[in-house]
């Protein structure tokens, strides 16, 4: 059983950094691709959980949603079993709980409907 755990986010004011790990227990970690979603409140249906970043098993592949590109990082460390999320220049829109997952099923990258294995979350705020 996969089981993956969140950890490193905090309350940070506009333009700091943070960096988000993902640490997985049980399973071959090496061999599935993991991904980063969010949620914030009052999303509306349907949207509540946004895409992230995803990587692949072994780190070849990396997607961000358009509206990290270019402050966001996400790597990987097998031999830790962690998936790391490295977030620069962080702005108040980015405040939402962030959760890892598998994937699990050849869906679109992006969809939630392809993850499974969710961590809890951790929660990162980011004031103006």
């Known amino acids: 059983q996969v089981e993956l755990v969140e950890s490193g986010g905090g309350l940070v004011q506009a333009g700091a950094s943070l960096r988000l790990s993902c640490a997985a227990s049980g399973g071959t970690f090496s061999d599935y691709a993991v991904g980063w979603f969010r949620q914030a409140p009052g999303k509306e249906p349907g949207k509540e959980r946004e895409?992230?970043?995803?990587?692949?098993?072994?780190?070849?592949?990396?997607y961000y949603a358009d509206s990290v590109k270019g402050r966001f990082t996400i790597s990987r460390d097998n031999a830790k079993n962690t998936v790391y999320l490295q977030m620069n220049s962080l702005e108040p829109e980015d405040t939402a709980v962030y959760r890892c997952?598998?994937?699990?099923?050849?869906?679109?990258?992006?969809?939630?409907?392809?993850?499974?294995?969710w961590g809890q979350g951790t929660q990162v705020t980011v004031s103006s």
């Open positions: 895409f992230v970043a995803a990587i692949s098993y072994n780190a070849e592949h990396l």
């Open positions: 997952a598998r994937r699990t099923s050849t869906g679109t990258i992006d969809s939630p409907r392809a993850y499974g294995n």
